[in-house]
T-cell receptor, first 116, second 112 residues
Framework: EPEVTQTPSHQVTQMGQEVILRCVPISNHLYFYWYRQILGQKVEFLVSFYNNEISEKSEIFDDQFSVERPDGSNFTLKIRSTKLEDSAMYFC??????????????FGPGTRLTVT | AQSVTQLGSHVSVSEGALVLLRCNYSSSVPPYLFWYVQYPNQGLQLLLKYTTGATLVKGINGFEAEFKKSETSFHLTKPSAHMSDAAEYFCAVETSGSRLTFGEGTQLTVNP
């Protein structure tokens, strides 16, 4: 069964460093998402991406964040200058469509980002 | 704004007992509702979803949920709990565009 994959599974970085989290969505999906889950808190939406541009972003997704689909398979989240409060589990998701039958989002296993 | 509220951050049942995890939603338009499960150190797995049509939705692993518009609820049930059901369960509503807004989560413990 097709699945969303994410690398690395765990990333440790120092405050102020740039990190890139990588995701390979399900191959025939067109919509891509990033969510995060701070330890002990609920899952929060960061951004959605379609047709090579951001469809929607939350208030969390400020100028230090960016997303890119550099080729036909990868979808990346870049955090330009990490802060301690960026420590969280970051989930990538993809869906075949929007709002309805094909809208279910399939999640990857997550990347645990630890900022020290 | 659309949102979901999960009543009870922790639910504990005995193996073989009924599982009932509560979710209430707030939405100004007909909602699309989802239940996801998260096992320890894993990602989110879709259990079931409601979009339109039949209000009783069956999902994987014997779970089902009923959409009740009059009660603005989408509670998750399973007739007989199994040890392997121990996990965290999240209710979610699809809001503007395609973002999912999640509830706080309910940690299910199954006792032998």
């Amino acid at each position: 069964e097709p699945e969303v994959t994410q690398t690395p599974s765990h990333q440790v970085t120092q405050m102020g460093q740039e990190v890139i989290l990588r995701c390979v969505p399900i191959s025939n999906h067109l919509y891509f998402y990033w969510y995060r889950q701070i330890l002990g808190q609920k899952v929060e939406f960061l951004v959605s991406f379609y047709n090579n541009e951001i469809s929607e972003k939350s208030e969390i997704f400020d100028d230090q964040f960016s997303v890119e689909r550099p080729d036909g398979s990868n979808f990346t989240l870049k955090i330009r200058s990490t802060k301690l409060e960026d420590s969280a589990m970051y989930f990538c998701a993809s869906s075949a469509g929007l709002a309805g039958v094909k809208s279910e989002q399939y999640f990857g296993p997550g990347t645990r980002l630890t900022v020290t | 704004a659309q949102s979901v509220t999960q009543l009870g951050s922790h639910v504990s049942v005995s193996e073989g007992a009924l599982v009932l995890l509560r979710c209430n939603y707030s939405s100004s338009v007909p909602p699309y509702l989802f239940w996801y499960v998260q096992y320890p150190n894993q990602g989110l797995q879709l259990l079931l979803k409601y979009t339109t049509g039949a209000t009783l939705v069956k999902g994987i692993n014997g779970f089902e949920a009923e959409f009740k518009k009059s009660e603005t609820s989408f509670h998750l049930t399973k007739p007989s709990a199994h040890m392997s059901d121990a996990a965290e369960y999240f209710c979610a509503v699809e809001t503007s565009g395609s973002r999912l807004t999640f509830g706080e989560g309910t940690q299910l413990t199954v006792n032998p």
